[in-house]
T-cell receptor, first 113, second 114 residues
Framework: NAGVTQTPKFRVLKTGQSMTLLCAQD?????MYWYRQDPGMGLRLIHY???????AKGEVPDGYNVSRLKKQNFLLGLESAAPSQTSVYFC????????????FGQGTRLTVV | GNSVTQMEGPVTLSEEAFLTINCTYT??????LFWYVQYPGEGLQLLLK?????DKGSNKGFEATYRKETTSFHLEKGSVQVSDSAVYFC?????????????FGTGTKLQVIP
């Protein structure tokens, strides 16, 4: 059972470089999310999607872009990486919002130097 | 806006000790409440949930009761094991039409020593 798969698991970027994080889910979920996890801050929502072809901003969207061209995939892009974007990034999906359970990937540890 | 407040960690307990992790929330609607657990090097996974007042969620010996009058959802376990060492997140999600994002607490690290 794959569930939610994130690639890559680790990455080191230089300031100003760009990269794309890929999230794939095989549960036919409508909703997908990107969070970042920082010490003492919990999880903060970057962007989310409520269906194929839709995206919306979360709490901390600046410096990130997303796309949901296929229902099973949700891509997170960093156009010009900054040290403040050093974090652990988690993708999650759920059947719908509200009281349904979210399933998380294993995370991507990104360091920007 | 919505918010979730958890007790600061880390919490260090001996094996077989009683565990309580406090969680209180602020929400405008009628939220669903969750506890997620994150084991080292892994993503979060749902531990238990409660969707309305006075509901009790339970799983793997953990319990939490949705207390609307005190806006709380404290996590308890009668006898912890070393394998329970992890970070625990309290979270809420508003019910109702349309999408409502999940709001997470900052997490409480639990370390259980033999």
């Amino acid at each position: 059972n794959a569930g939610v798969t994130q690639t890559p698991k680790f990455r080191v970027l230089k300031t100003g470089q760009s990269m794309t994080l890929l999230c794939a889910q095989d549960m036919n979920h409508e909703y997908m999310y990107w969070y970042r996890q920082d010490p003492g801050m919990g999880l903060r929502l970057i962007h989310y999607s409520v269906g194929e072809g839709t995206t919306a901003k979360g709490e901390v969207p600046d410096g990130y872009n997303v796309s949901r061209l296929k229902k099973q995939n949700f891509l997170l892009g960093l156009e010009s990486a900054a040290p403040s974007q050093t974090s652990v990034y988690f993708c999650a999906s759920s059947y719908r919002g509200g009281s349904t359970e979210a399933f998380f990937g294993q995370g991507t540890r990104l360091t920007v130097v | 806006g919505n918010s979730v407040t958890q007790m600061e960690g880390p919490v260090t307990l001996s094996e077989e000790a009683f565990l309580t992790i406090n969680c209180t929330y602020t929400a405008t609607g009628y939220p669903s409440l969750f506890w997620y657990v994150q084991y080292p090097g892994e993503g979060l996974q749902l531990l238990l949930k409660a969707t309305k007042a006075d509901d009790k969620g339970s799983n793997k010996g953990f319990e939490a009761t949705y207390r609307k009058e005190t806006t709380s959802f404290h996590l308890e376990k009668g006898s912890v094991q070393v394998s329970d060492s992890a970070v625990y997140f309290c979270a809420l999600s508003d019910r109702g039409g349309g999408y409502q994002k999940v709001t997470f607490g900052t997490g409480t690290k639990l370390q259980v020593i033999p």
